[in-house]
């Protein structure tokens, strides 16, 4: 167990829909990383939060957003959703955005759009 | 951007023999390099990382090499066990501000009886 929590584990909906995503980080860090794990296009860094802050950003969608609020969890929001986006969702987590911080990841949420 | 590839993308070893996943990366400015095994159902899990100022680094049967010269790092595992047996990604991280990781594309490790 990394100590990153994610809810829910499973989501199911329509396409058009919008999701969120929920993710606590470990206690005490600071940084909170989402990543996308599809069939054809592996693990991919979506953006990066630090502190509440934006601190990078990857290959998101406009469609796509994310939040981190005060007591640090981070929200990614999924909106017009499409056939393409389902996928695995990861939150990751570390303590600082420093240059070779170690990121611990969530278990996941599996979204899937019909 | 940085590109990171890894090799192979299947792996068949048995149990009690060594195996090897090489990665290589493309942006010489990465300097953190970690490793990821990812089970059926699970979310990633770190088993093992070097940076870029050290050439090797061993943690009981896992064990990663470095080289900075030629962009590509390695892991060794030793005395497979049917436990070992899940998805491996390596990753590279340039660092900086902000630290996210580029991936490769995983091997699939298969350890059997």
């Known amino acids: 167990d990394s100590g990153v929590t994610q809810t829910p584990k499973h989501l199911i909906t329509a396409t058009g829909q919008r999701v969120t995503l929920r993710c606590s980080p470990r206690s005490g860090d600071l940084s909170v990383y989402w990543y996308q794990q599809s069939l054809d296009q592996g693990l991919q860094f979506l953006i990066q939060?630090?502190?509440?802050?934006?601190?990078a950003k990857g290959n998101i969608l406009e469609r796509f957003s994310a939040q981190q609020f005060p007591d640090l969890h981070s929200e990614l929001n999924l909106s017009s959703l499409e056939l393409g986006d389902s996928a695995l969702y990861f939150c990751?987590?570390?303590?600082?955005?420093?240059?070779?911080?170690?990121?611990?990841f969530g278990p996941g949420t599996r979204l899937t759009v019909l | 951007g940085e590109n990171v590839e890894q090799h192979p993308s299947t792996l068949s070893v048995q149990e009690g023999d060594s195996a090897v996943i090489k990665c290589t990366y493309s942006d010489s400015a990465s300097n953190y390099f970690p490793w990821y095994k990812q089970e059926l159902g699970k979310g990633p899990q770190l088993i093992i990382d070097?940076?870029?100022?050290?050439g090797e680094k061993k943690d009981q049967r896992i064990a990663v090499t470095l080289n900075k010269t030629a962009k590509h790092f390695s892991l060794h595992i030793t005395e497979t066990q049917p436990e070992d047996s899940a998805v491996y990604f390596c990753a590279a991280s340039i660092g900086g501000t902000a630290s996210k990781l580029t991936f490769g594309t995983g091997t699939r490790l298969q350890v059997t009886l």
């Open positions: 990751a987590s570390s303590v600082l955005a420093g240059d070779t911080d170690t990121q611990y």
């Open positions: 070097i940076r870029s100022n050290v």
């Open positions: 939060y630090y502190n509440g802050e934006e601190r």
